[in-house]
């Protein structure tokens, strides 16, 4: 049955969210742990030739986490790679045995490698994408189901993008890993649907992070002006906090939405079919 009395909270649950350094996962971690949830906050990747933005750091993590503890929450940081299926199956097997439980599963990790017709794509692009975007995916939700389906609840959410809902020209690989989680986390909704677990997904479109937004680098006049031209809602890019707010929906609700695929695009969302 489901238990609709709850009040939105997340007190005595324990939250793991991937790619909690920073941008929208350290939002996450921040708003979950502002509800009541321990927070375990895993990040730090290791070293990827292909990518041209610097990825999260030590120092990173650490601050996400004083963030979150200075504002009166718990939160335990782990530096990990989602890559590495073994890391993070210890990192759910500590999480459970550390703290009693794993309730909450935020699969946020990602990454976007440079632009580059499909023709341009080189193994190596095309591996740490999906090593990253969606095999990293598929070990946290294999990971943090076991433990779920034991407790006879959970909450994930998979983090794609508007690019898993329509084509991307010259980032054709990343659209592909963003597709592919789309149809991960319907199928497993579906396996779990009985068994109090939900899995649902955010898709953002282009968001104010370090991932799109490099440290040091500010839009000119143009970019600005020309993104916001994209939007039928007439915004450049989102805020991490506008997709944390879906996140938490998800989270939060009592059980009868899984296998929700929710758009925060700007109205792009009108466009498709």
């Given at each position: 049955?489901?238990?609709?009395?709850?009040?939105?909270?997340?007190?005595?649950?324990?939250a793991l969210v991937t790619?909690?350094?920073?941008?929208?996962?350290?939002?996450?971690?921040?708003?979950?742990?502002?509800?009541?949830?321990?927070?375990?906050?895993?990040?730090?990747?290791?070293?990827?030739?292909?990518?041209?933005?610097?990825?999260?750091?030590?120092?990173?993590?650490?601050?996400?986490?004083?963030?979150?503890?200075?504002?009166?929450?718990?939160?335990?940081?782990?530096?990990?790679?989602?890559?590495?299926?073994?890391?993070?199956?210890?990192?759910?097997?500590?999480?459970?045995?550390?703290?009693?439980?794993l309730d909450v599963l935020?699969?946020?990790?990602?990454?976007?490698s440079p632009p580059a017709?499909?023709?341009?794509?080189?193994?190596?692009?095309?591996?740490?994408?999906?090593?990253?975007?969606?095999?990293?995916?598929?070990?946290?939700?294999?990971?943090?189901?076991?433990?779920?389906?034991?407790?006879?609840?959970?909450?994930?959410?998979?983090?794609?993008?508007?690019?898993?809902?329509?084509?991307?020209?010259?980032?054709?690989?990343?659209?592909?890993?963003?597709?592919?989680?789309?149809?991960?986390?319907?199928?497993?909704?579906?396996?779990?649907?009985?068994?109090?677990?939900?899995?649902?997904?955010?898709?953002?479109?282009?968001?104010?992070?370090?991932?799109?937004?490099?440290?040091?680098?500010?839009?000119?006049?143009?970019?600005?002006?020309?993104?916001?031209?994209?939007?039928?809602?007439?915004?450049?890019?989102?805020?991490?906090?506008?997709?944390?707010?879906?996140?938490?929906?998800?989270?939060?609700?009592?059980?009868?939405?899984?296998?929700?695929?929710?758009?925060?695009?700007?109205?792009?969302?009108?466009?498709?079919?």
């Open positions: 049955m489901i238990d609709r009395s709850g009040d939105g909270r997340l007190e005595g649950r324990v790619g909690a350094a920073r941008g929208q996962g350290r939002s996450h971690a921040l708003a979950l742990a502002g509800l009541g949830a321990t927070v375990v906050a895993l990040d730090v990747p290791a070293a990827m030739s292909s990518i041209r933005y610097p990825l999260a750091s030590s120092d990173d993590l650490k601050e996400t986490c004083a963030l979150v503890t200075a504002a009166g929450g718990a939160c335990v940081p782990v530096e990990a790679d989602v890559r590495d299926a073994a890391a993070v199956d210890a990192v759910v097997r500590t999480a459970v045995a550390d703290l009693g439980s935020v699969a946020n990790a990602g990454i976007v017709k499909l023709w341009e794509t080189t193994d190596t692009m095309w591996a740490e994408l999906v090593g990253t975007n969606l095999t990293g995916v598929f070990h946290c939700l294999r990971a943090a189901v076991k433990p779920m389906r034991e407790l006879g609840f959970g909450r994930i959410v998979v983090t794609s993008s508007m690019g898993g809902r329509m084509g991307l020209p010259d980032i054709s690989a990343y659209s592909a890993t963003k597709w592919g989680v789309i149809g991960m986390a319907k199928s497993l909704a579906l396996e779990v649907a009985k068994e109090g677990v939900t899995v649902n997904v955010v898709c953002p479109c282009t968001v104010d992070t370090p991932m799109a937004m490099p440290a040091g680098r500010i839009p000119d006049e143009a970019i600005v002006a020309r993104a916001t031209r994209v939007n039928p809602i007439p915004e450049p890019w989102l805020e991490a906090e506008d997709v944390t707010r879906a996140v938490v929906h998800l989270v939060t609700d009592p059980g009868v939405l899984s296998g929700v695929v929710m758009e925060i695009g700007l109205g792009s969302s009108a466009r498709l079919h």
